[in-house]
């Protein structure tokens, strides 16, 4: 087969990747249009650009989440462990849009095979990992508020939350195991061009597209809307909540994070929508056929939108969540009091302040348990 069929045969195929999508251009060589329109290629380059821009705020914003969970102990509740997840899921896919990127934009994949496999796997661990992930905090939140006592047995050991995280990551890497095993390069005959992509046809392909559908769309999508309508209710004030003496206090403090994890579901779900249904109605189409010019600019600007939610989670978390907001701000005093203490006497004495501060919120902390016992 030559390069011109097995080009033309990937570009029949409804490949969910970041690749395929800014690579329109390549597949719109081959695709049975009379005459491709200057508007797919000026919303190809708008696509390239607008995934740059969105990578370089999500990357930082993620990034942020990261170290301010990292650096404060005292904000890994779990809801926030679960945040923090999330936040990592939307930097394994942001980090590969530069990549990629530079990748399309030299016409050749310059960084190897092993890069490709991992690059290629990290974009689609992110399907299954922000929609799990998603899934594990909604039915926590649904657990705090509307069975609190039964959420602080099931939390009042760590060692849960992580056999939860570990699991959860543990269904997303097996998940993206074929996407590892397929993934490979194409050097194109007689010439510099290599190609990182998923070189995987048959039925076998079309098998786990459905079952990426499935898994890490329908069911988390079902499941998350059947479990927020009674938080909702709950929320709303029309129901009492279970709870009493030393588990009241508790039973609140869940309500206040409930509005911050409905919102962030609420963005992923209406975000990620558009993508999921391109995804589908592509793999509706028979196999024979060509996506038409409607159905390319639909993909790139959904996928635009599914881009632009990993920039936002951040600003959500921080800015309805008082934990990762004053982690922030004391994330950024740190920074000043660094660059201050030049002289041995001024570091002691920012570190007798840090400890000072550090003492007076375990003692708050310490105190409040007490009070709550």
Not at 324 to 353: W, Y
Request: a negative charge.
């Amino acid at each position: 087969m030559d390069s011109a069929n097995i080009s033309q045969e990937l570009a029949l195929q409804a490949n969910e990747t970041l690749k395929e999508l800014l690579e329109f251009e390549d597949s719109i060589d081959y695709v049975n249009m009379s005459s491709p329109s200057d508007t797919i290629f000026a919303a190809l380059e708008f696509s390239k650009v607008f995934h740059y821009v969105s990578a370089v705020f999500g990357i930082i914003g993620n990034v942020l989440i990261i170290a301010i969970y990292l650096k404060f102990t005292r904000i890994r509740s779990v809801t926030n462990t679960y945040i923090f997840n999330l936040a990592i899921s939307d930097l394994l896919y942001v980090i590969t849009v530069p990549v990629f990127l530079i990748s399309i934009w030299n016409n050749s994949w310059p960084f190897g095979e092993l890069m490709c496999r991992l690059l290629l796997s990290k974009g689609a661990i992110h399907r299954f990992a922000s929609s799990l992930f998603l899934l594990v905090v909604v039915a926590d939140t649904y657990v705090s508020i509307l069975k609190p006592t039964l959420s602080h047995t099931l939390y009042k050991k760590s060692i849960n939350v992580k056999l939860i995280t570990t699991i959860t990551w543990i269904i997303c890497m097996a998940s993206v195991a074929p996407v590892f095993y397929h993934a490979s390069i194409y050097s194109v005959p007689n010439s510099d061009i290599n190609h990182c992509d998923l070189f995987w046809t048959g039925p076998s392909r079309e098998v786990y597209i459905w079952f990426t559908i499935v898994i890490a769309f329908f069911i988390p999508t079902v499941l998350k809307l059947l479990l927020a309508v009674p938080i909702i209710y709950q929320l709303s004030g029309n129901a009492s909540i279970e709870a009493n003496g030393q588990y009241l206090a508790f039973a609140e403090r869940n309500k206040r994070s409930a509005h911050l994890i409905l919102t962030v579901t609420l963005f992923h779900i209406v975000f990620w929508l558009p993508l999921w249904v391109s995804l589908i109605s592509i793999n509706l189409m028979p196999y024979t056929e060509q996506p038409d010019t409607s159905s390319i600019l639909f993909h790139m600007i959904s996928g635009c939108i599914g881009m632009l939610n990993t920039v936002l989670n951040p600003i959500l978390y921080i800015k309805l969540s008082p934990d990762f907001r004053n982690g922030l701000h004391d994330l950024i005093t740190c920074i000043p009091e660094s660059i201050l203490a030049k002289s041995p006497q001024q570091e002691s004495e920012v570190m007798d302040e840090r400890a000072v501060r550090s003492s007076d919120c375990v003692t708050k902390f310490d105190s409040a348990m007490s009070n709550t016992n």
